[in-house]
């Protein structure tokens, strides 16, 4: 497997509060992807990023926002958390210059929002 | 919004027997490619198709990419319960810098 971790593995949080995940690669990667899964949606891309101070949205970025300041971290910040948004969030990586090669995914996080 | 539509959602088979999914699109494809997911897993990466009509097989899966590139299909041939998890088509476009996921057919495989 590549070298991605993310953390925390499992979070429960309550409505309103702030919630911050990270992905941490030690690939040296150039893209960097935060998907949720949900049952019946398959992945649904949040926001990725193409270099460092380079991000961009997804088809399902309200409610989240993304920061990459260093080439192998990428943070997911929900900035008022909703129950909507309890997902599994997995986070990608990918090697090809153009971003259109295989993307390896980390273990995911479990985040509930009561 | 561009989707990618995959059928069925769900197939259970005896071990032995043959499993096939399905992606569509509306639109001309770019690339396609396809991912497993086993259960409690993350999705693994099984292979990227880019040209009309190609055919790629690896050992006793065979991926296939349609002619007018908005198609593509997974053949298991005599499944094995270690072929179980989710399939999951990954489409993207020309001019559109990301890949869009199907919402996956579920495997299950009786002994």
């Known amino acids: 497997d590549a070298g991605i971790t993310q953390s925390p593995r499992h979070k429960v949080t309550e409505t309103g509060t702030p919630v911050t995940l990270r992905c941490h690669q030690t690939?040296?990667?150039?893209?960097m992807y935060w998907y949720r899964q949900d049952p019946g949606h398959g992945l649904r891309l949040i926001h990725y990023s193409y270099g460092v101070k380079d991000t961009d949205k997804g088809e399902v970025s309200d409610g989240y926002s993304v920061s990459r300041s260093k080439t192998e971290d990428f943070l997911l910040t929900l900035e008022s958390a909703t129950s909507s948004q309890t997902s599994v969030y997995f986070c990608a990586i990918s090697e090809s210059g153009t971003g259109f090669g295989e993307q390896y995914f980390g273990p995911g996080t479990r985040l509930t929002v009561t | 919004g561009q989707q990618v539509m995959q059928i069925p959602q769900y197939q259970h088979v005896q071990e032995g027997e043959d499993f096939t999914t399905y992606c569509n699109s509306s639109t001309t494809l770019s690339n396609i490619q396809w991912y497993k997911q086993r259960p409690g897993g993350h999705p693994v990466f099984l292979i990227q198709?880019?040209?009309?009509?190609e055919v790629k097989k690896q050992k006793r899966l065979t991926f296939q990419f349609g002619e007018a590139k908005k198609n593509s299909s997974l053949h298991i041939t005599a499944t094995q319960t270690t072929d179980v998890g989710t399939y999951f088509c990954?489409?993207?476009?020309?001019?559109?810098?990301?890949?869009?996921f199907g919402s996956g057919t579920k495997l299950n495989v009786k002994p």
């Open positions: 690939e040296n990667h150039r893209y």
């Open positions: 990954a489409g993207r476009w020309h001019n559109f810098n990301k890949f869009y």
């Open positions: 198709l880019v040209k009309s009509g």
